[in-house]
Structure formats: structure tokens, C-alpha cells
């Protein structure tokens, strides 16, 4: 099998995940939302909702900061609409993704290892979202083909990435610890070393500098994070896993078949040590990142997306060095993997959870042909599930309920009226009586719009028909609902006629 060379496999590569922006029309979590596109948006138009983290400054404004950037071109441009501002920062980090995949390419010079990162599933799936872990995933590829492996030591170049890729995502630390510090242990020379001070200086007080003019005060997220996240343990709240979480489900579903040559290719590596020395400190690598992402009790898949590129490096060992691929077992099994990753990618990319997109294109056409101002929507899904004004573009009010960990009352106040969902799903008709009836100690105006997913719905039948509900949408959003979610996802709007409750 013979590759394009250069500026063409570029070129190709580029194309791939290109495509991935337009195939991938599914949500995954609410950080490719809510930590990005939600903040860059309130950063470049003035309006929008800030979650917690950055209540509490534990997040840095470095990746919302290049996203605002191209919003404000846009808007520059009068070109603010919000296909190009869904769109646009996907394009940017398509092409991040495709130099990286370049990289991979150049540093290992594996053809095999190239196509199993290209066709990984999960890679795919996530590699053009605007998540900050598929920007530490590309920019982990880029810095690792650039690290000084079995080359010149004196090259620190790598190391800007890696400073700032620690201050945007201060777990890329955990990764880059071991290697290093088997960098400075190369180097022992004072010059050098005073270019590795300066150079992480550099990236911490540009952070610091970057993240203290959008806070309006002195701050360092890095500790921050580390204070909240470590110490406090409040990532907890979101969720929590045993020990061995990572192993037995993490790395079986990022992975795929591709657990089968890595695991063979583990066995190889500590037999002939001396032959793959390279890959057997890069699974030691891998072993230590494991055992302290396993410490922390939540965990998620996408946490261990930056280790991909060491997963594919020693599970390529036999393949690249030992030139196994012209047997045809290999090839069976090559297209076995093949086959295997484009069912999953496929599901999960344009069917699995796209409820809660559609469902906001339904929701903006509506208020588009409306009076913004004149309109409410209330959101009566698990917090955040839905993208928010950076899919609208409209200051329209909007209350939705949120899952702060134990920051405020049941009952948030603060902002545009939003509520915590605790409460909520306990008994969803007596909480929404509550919240419109006269015992509540405010007023509120019944909204236009509710969203609500089908086993939601069905608890607030009551409600619907006493004030007149009609759904003009019902989208579907999964086989396969989690706790809180449903299979439809339901868009519900008021006839006028119906009166306020007081």
C-alpha cells in the first residue's frame, strides 16, 4: 500500500476530518458547549451563561479566548450567523486535528499506526468537537513528534506546547511530568536549562496575564483547579467510578479491537526490551497516567483520549518494525478493526444524542418569527444538556435548570432565574406548580416555550393541558437513554390565550 507523501497526505488528512465536521451532528457532553462555545460567545457578543468553574475561576480563558476571536471576526464581517458560529471554530479545530495526524505520520512513519488514529471511532467522534480534551489530544500528537525521543536533546521547542497546553488543561501535566523530566535529566546543562525555566515562565504568566483581564482580578487557574478538583473533590458530584473503571471499560471502548495488537504488542515489548525500548518507557508512560486518573473518582472516557497516540505507538511496535502486514491474518484483522470503528462512528456520530441539537434548531426558527424579548423559554432537561445561546444567537430569556455541587439554594436566584435540577426531578409536577403558583414567593410569567424529554413529559402531562401546551416538536435523541433523559426529546409552546398563574 502505497501513501501520498507530504503536502498531499496533508491535504488528504485535511479532508478526512473536514468531512468528520459534517458528519458528527450528535452531542457528547456538555463541556463541548458550556466550556467553550457558551463562554466564547458571552466573551465576543455579551450575553450568555457562565457555569460554576468559572464562578469559581478554575477554568483558563486561553481556548474560549481563540474561539472568541473568530466571533468577533464573524460579527466584523456582518457574518455572525449561527451556522458559522457552530461551524467555524469546528473548521479550526479540523485542521489542528489534520496537522496533527501529519505529525503522528512523520514521527512514527507507520502507515499502520496512521490509519488506525484516523479510524479510531472514538478519535473521530470527538476530534472536530469543541472540546478542550481534543485540543490537548492534537496538541499532546504534535508536541510527542516534536519531543527528542532518540535525537537531538538540546530541541525544546516541544515545550511551548506543552507549557501552554498545561495551563489550558492542567491534567497534561499528569503526561508530560515523566517525560520531562527525563529531559532535564538529559540535558544537565545550566544554558539549556535556563531556556526550560524560561519558557515555562513565559507560558504561566502569559496564562496568568490572559485569565486575570477576563476574571477583572489576579488569579491562577491552575491552582485553582487543582484546590477545587483535588482537594475539594468536587468533580465527584458529576459522577463517580471504581478503580479499575479505566481498564476494564475506558480503555476497551477508546480502543475497540485495537485492545487485542496492543495487548499482544505489551507482551512482545517487555521480551525483547532491548529491541523496543522506546515503546516500553511509553507504557510505563501510559501506567502512570492510569493509576493516578484511577485515584480520581469521576471519570470519563475522554480523559484518556491524550494517551491515543502512545496506545497506537506501542500497539504499531510488531507491525512497523517487524513488517507484519503483509500476512493475511493481519489484513482480516486490519479489516475486521476497519469495519468495527465505521458502525460505531457512524451511530454515535449522526444518530446517537442528537436530540438536544435539533431541538434548538427547532426552538431558534420559532423565535427567529417571534419578538425575542417577548418570548421565555423554560428548559426542563438535566443541566445543560442543550447547547445554549451560542445555538441561538438571541438574548432571549432563557431558565434552565443547573447542578451546581451544593454552591447555592435549590432555588438559584441569581441571573435569569435558573434552578437547580435536584429538586425537579424528585416530582417534576409538584416542583413546576410550585415554581408558577402563589405560594412561591415570586411571580412568574408562564413560559412560551418548555423543553422537556418524553419521560418528562409524561410526568407533566397535568401541567401541558392546564395551560394549553401544544408540542410543535417532538426530535428524536436516543436508543438508549441515560438516567433523566428519554428517547424523544419534546419542544412545547403556550397557545397566548392561556393565563398568567399568580
Known sequence: MQFP?????LCLLLLWRLISVFVVQTAHVPDEYWQSLEVAHRMAFGYGHLTWEWTLMIRSYLYPFLISILYRILAALSLDSVYLLITL????????????DYRLYQWIGCKWALVVLCTNWYWYYCATRTLINSVETACTIIALSMYPWLGNVKNIKYLWIVGFLCM?????????????????????????????VLICSSCFWISVLIDSYFYGKLVITLLRFYQVNVIEDVASAYGRENILWYVTTGIPVVLGLYCIPFAMNVWRVFRYSRVFRLEKFMFWIILIVLMIYSLQPHKEFRFILPLLPLFIYV??????????MTSRACWCFATLLLCSNLLAGIYFSSIHQRGTLDVMNYLRDEISHANASSTDTLILTPCHATPLYSHLHVDAPITFLTCEPNFTSHFDTRGNGRLVQSKFFEDPLDWLYYYFDHYH?????????VIAFDNVAKKITPFISRFNYRVIAKVFHTHFPQTNYGEYIFLFKQNPKSKIVH
Open 168 to 196: 489550558a488543561r492542567p491534567t497534561a501535566m499528569i503526561i508530560w511530568c515523566v517525560p520531562c523530566a527525563l529531559h532535564v535529566y538529559w540535558l544537565r546543562k545550566e544554558q539549556f536549562l535556563l531556556k526550560y
Open 89 to 100: 471554530p469546528r473548521v479550526f479545530q479540523a485542521i489542528l486535528v489534520a496537522y496533527s
Open 5 to 9: 507523501r507530504g503536502f498531499t497526505l
Open 315 to 324: 500497539g504499531s511496535a510488531s507491525c512497523c518494525n517487524l513488517n507484519m
Open 441 to 449: 414567593f415570586k411571580r412568574h410569567k408562564l413560559p412560551t416555550y
